[in-house]
């Protein structure tokens, strides 16, 4: 690309990336000073901005952040990533949580019929569920189909996930007291169900250090799994799409690049002044993305989801959160 065209096209995306910019920066200052989930404030400051989705001078921009910084910033994911982490957990862990993840995808791809809803919305709000919240449902949602219903779903997705796990961020602390929880299994817990990231340090670390240090890491290796899971959906949407069909492609190249990342981390090769940045970048990357996803919808359009869908990611919830219990006890 020419450096002339590189700039008309920067002055086509400018507007609208500097209109999702200030929702982002707007949804950053509110999670700063009043607590409240950014990534939900994100989507809720974008959707009353629907109609400049559909302006022919903020669209591009608007739909260059929900595409493009989206991938970026789960690509920057993978500096958080660490083979070490597996042996932090213990392999036992390990499988129980590969376990929950699995179970809690496929239950949902099963049940999503039973809403009216059909099964890619299953492994949408499933895999949102079981692996980091908006974070996965984004990736996830890159790779379906394009269809009218996919930005209304996934915007009722993240909103859904972020509002479950701002609850479950209160309410797991006392339950793992209630329960008494360890330190360790309280941080095991806490991390292997609360969906977003955020919520799981700020409630393993309402307990104490050692259980926030242990939930975060737990956490971040459900992250981890948001590769092979886009991957096998991925495999799996090939394969059943016509030859004719936009088929997504079979390692989307930002998840290539997550574990690209997540292993030059591994061996120590990047380093720390690198990931403490990567990680900053990655986190406004996502939630700008956010915004603009919350700019693409249309607030009509989302009332229709109605609630089963919602009673149905709450048994999502409810289902990862037994599951990992269960072995815990076992």
């Known amino acids: 690309m020419s450096p002339a065209v590189a700039a008309t096209h920067a002055r086509t995306l400018m507007p609208g990336l ?11 200052f509110i999670a700063d000073h009043y607590g409240a989930p950014v990534m939900l404030m994100a989507i809720l400051l ?10 022919p001078k903020t669209a591009p921009g608007i739909h260059f952040a929900a595409r493009v910084l989206l ?9 958080r990533i660490s083979f070490d982490m597996v042996a932090a957990i213990g392999w036992t862990q ?10 809690t995808i496929l239950l949902s791809v099963a049940i999503a019929p039973l809403v009216g809803k059909d099964r890619l919305f299953g492994f949408l709000t499933g895999g949102s569920v079981a692996i980091c919240g908006a974070s996965a449902a984004l990736a996830i949602s890159s790779i379906l189909p394009k269809s009218p219903e996919r930005d209304q779903n996934l915007s009722f997705t993240v909103i859904s996930v972020t509002v479950l796990s701002t609850v479950a961020m209160i309410l797991y ?19 292997g169900t609360i969906h977003d990231v955020a919520q799981v340090v700020g409630a393993g670390y309402s307990i104490s250090e050692e259980t926030g240090d242990v939930s975060t ?9 948001l590769a092979p899971v886009v991957f096998i959906g991925a495999l799996v949407l090939r394969k059943h799409q016509s030859n004719g069909a936009d088929r997504p492609p079979l390692l989307p190249l930002f998840i290539l690049a997550f574990l690209i990342l997540a292993a030059l981390n591994s061996y120590d090769l990047v380093p720390t002044p690198v990931t403490d940045a990567a990680n900053v970048i990655s986190r406004a990357a996502l939630v700008v993305a956010v915004a603009a996803v919350g700019m693409k919808t249309s607030l009509e359009q989302l009332r229709f989801v109605g609630p089963a869908p919602m009673i ?14 269960a072995g815990l006890f076992l």
Do not use: H
């Not at 500097?18 to 950053?28: E, K, R």
């Not at 390990?94 to 179970?103: E, H, K, P, Y």
């Not at 149905?312 to 219990?325: E, N, R």
């Open 46 to 55: 974008g959707i009353p901005l629907q109609f400049l989705s559909e302006d």
């Open 312 to 325: 149905m990611i709450a048994s999502q919830t409810v289902f990862i959160g037994l599951f990992v219990l």
């Open 18 to 28: 500097l209109i999702v910019a200030s929702v982002a920066m707007a949804a950053q």
């Open 173 to 191: 602390p006392i339950l793992a007291n209630t329960l008494g929880l360890d330190a360790q299994q309280a941080g095991i817990f806490m991390g």
């Open 71 to 79: 991938r970026v910033g789960v690509a920057l994911l993978g500096l």
């Open 217 to 225: 890491v737990v956490k971040l290796f459900r992250v981890t799994l």
């Open 94 to 103: 390990v499988a129980i949580l590969t376990a929950g993840v699995t179970a």
